[in-house]
């Protein structure tokens, strides 16, 4: 929705050139339950007058059959479209608004303060330039608040502002308002925000919303409108490292080829020297075509075609850069992950890596370590489960080429999907990690048992093999091995005669999560075992039929 102007009238043509040279905010609002966030994208379009009569209408036929407000208009009820939320008073999906004022346009993205929807607020967060986080006045910062807050910082959100709502409830006690600011700003300091401004508010009351609000006299900053015209967002765009995945290849006739994208980051210019990745051929810009005509220069986020001067392969999943100017390539790469999914994420498990225009299929080999919302502390686990953010390690069938997500959004950023349901799993940002940081000893805990288990995906085991069947040793090792399971073999050759020294190897080997073949021609007795692998998962092939069967009901076991 675009607000008034006398240009409409006069002339409709100058109006829709003004309207659409104006900058592009996005942003969102988000924080805890109830703290007001839909109430506020209401107000915001009350008074700026971007409703229209019929939907205000209808807002205040639906305030007096389910509004949460008493007599007072409930402006949440503009957003809150399902039927569910209605019923709850509650943000359960992303909803998006549209409006503009004459100096901005805008689009906001309403997304849910429930804990169990935090993965619709990653979404809603990931496309925006700034964040509203409201902080109810008379809770103060909430566990949600930071969660919401980290989140922002991951998706590279640089501008923040922290809404105080509510206070019309505490009688615009300034000391509050400065005692939930000093709290912000002390969790902050672990974030990579660089700009964070406050603003003490009612959004139910309209007060420093839009419009300055008498009942805070103490405070002279901005109002909420005020800051989200003015926050300067035009240095975030990246515009130093040229980056356009190919997402199709434009051929309509025989003396045309071309290479259609959208520029993630940087600047293009005809006549320079480009290189395609992976396979790293590289060329000249001969052309930048668009709809409205050829261009001799485009920057990003513009959608274009591009012609070389060479005929070199390039397809959907490439990505053109400089040639001076080139992206990592890895096929292990270490990143952030929001996990999405019900269920919780499986180290060792193959999933679908959908990296910009490319998909490939991969695996979370490592999981670095947890992060506690609550503390940002650094915690070890076994696996994610939903709306848990950890860094991982993961390994991919193919390389890729990246650029660190703080850096570079546009390449930095990838979803994981789940390969038999099809469903988004998890939201991947990439950390190249410059090995700066000192290493704190006291962080570093000991590796479990359990967290060697999940890296392999099995049990620590021990498959004794009787005389007879010593022969089936490398046989079972292979076929255990082809399965990707992580084995070894403990025999006379490996590591001597001695049976109770074997016994300790074997033993130590599925401490480490590893399967532990033994065949010694000297057996185990039945004394030896119980001392040796006690508490163990111990296996052991019966002398009854063929040794191809005996080898499947082995490897049925795992």
Request: aromatic share 6%; with cysteine.
């Amino acid at each position: 929705m675009s607000h008034q102007s006398d240009l409409i009238a006069e002339d409709i043509l100058a109006y829709l050139k003004e309207h659409e040279n104006k900058e592009l905010l996005r942003f969102l609002t988000c924080g805890s339950v109830d703290d007001g966030k839909s109430t506020l994208i209401g107000r915001l379009l009350h008074d700026s007058k971007m409703i229209y009569e019929d939907q205000l209408a209808t807002i205040k036929s639906d305030s007096a059959k389910m509004g949460t407000t008493g007599e007072k208009l409930d402006l949440a009820l503009l957003v809150d479209g399902l039927a569910a939320e209605r019923e709850q008073g509650i943000t359960i999906d992303v909803a998006y608004r549209y409006f503009s004022t004459n100096k901005r346009k805008f689009i906001i993205a309403d997304t849910p303060g429930h804990e169990q929807y935090t993965r619709n607020m990653a979404t809603g967060a990931s496309t925006c330039d700034l964040a509203i986080i409201l902080v109810d006045a008379r809770e103060g910062v909430k566990t949600q608040t930071k969660r919401h807050s980290y989140i922002a910082s991951l998706l590279g959100i640089r501008h923040v502002v922290v809404a105080i709502n509510k206070m019309d409830l505490i009688d615009f006690d300034e000391a509050k308002y400065n005692e939930i600011k000093e709290d912000y700003l002390q969790f902050s300091e672990q974030l990579n925000i660089t700009d964070i401004q406050f603003v003490p508010m009612s959004a139910l009351d309209g007060d420093n919303v839009v419009n300055r609000s008498e009942r805070s006299a103490w405070y002279q900053g901005q109002t909420l409108m005020e800051m989200l015209e003015t926050v300067e967002i035009a240095e975030d765009q990246n515009l130093d490292d040229f980056r356009m995945p190919v997402q199709m290849v434009c051929r309509p006739n025989l003396d045309f080829r071309g290479f259609q994208g959208t520029i993630a980051s940087g600047i293009i210019n005809v006549g320079d020297e480009i290189s395609v990745l992976p396979s790293g051929k590289s060329s000249k810009i001969k052309e930048i075509v668009t709809y409205d005509g050829n261009l001799e220069q485009a920057f990003a986020p513009m959608a274009v075609t591009l012609t070389f001067e060479d005929e070199i392969d390039c397809s959907r999943g490439d990505v053109i850069v400089k040639s001076d100017n080139q992206p990592a390539s890895a096929e292990k790469i270490d990143a952030h992950l929001v996990w999405m999914s019900e269920e919780a994420m499986t180290p060792g498990k193959e999933y679908i890596i959908k990296h910009n225009t490319n998909n490939t299929t991969g695996r979370i080999s490592t999981l670095r370590h947890r992060v506690d919302v609550n503390t940002l502390e650094h915690k070890h686990a076994a696996q994610l489960a939903l709306n848990e953010i950890g860094l991982c390690e993961i390994t991919l069938s193919k390389p890729i080429s990246f650029d660190d997500y703080q850096k570079n959004q546009g390449t930095g950023a990838f979803i994981i999907i789940d390969r038999m349901s099809n469903i988004t799993v998890g939201a991947g940002m990439i950390h190249v990690s410059e090995n700066t940081e000192s290493i704190n000893l006291d962080e570093l805990s000991p590796v479990t048992l359990e967290e060697r288990e999940a890296r392999f995906g099995q049990t620590g085991s021990i498959v004794l093999l009787s005389e007879e069947q010593a022969q089936l040793a490398s046989a079972l090792e292979r076929l255990l091995f082809n399965q990707g399971r992580a084995v070894a073999v403990v025999n006379e050759d490996t590591a001597g005669s001695d049976a109770a020294h074997n016994a300790a190897i074997a033993s130590e080997f599925a401490k480490a999560g590893l399967i532990a073949i033994c065949a010694l021609e000297e057996g185990f007795s039945d004394e030896l075992i119980s001392s040796a692998f006690e508490g163990q998962k111990v296996l052991s092939a019966t002398d009854e039929g063929s040794d191809e069967e005996s080898l499947k009901k082995l490897l049925n076991e795992f």
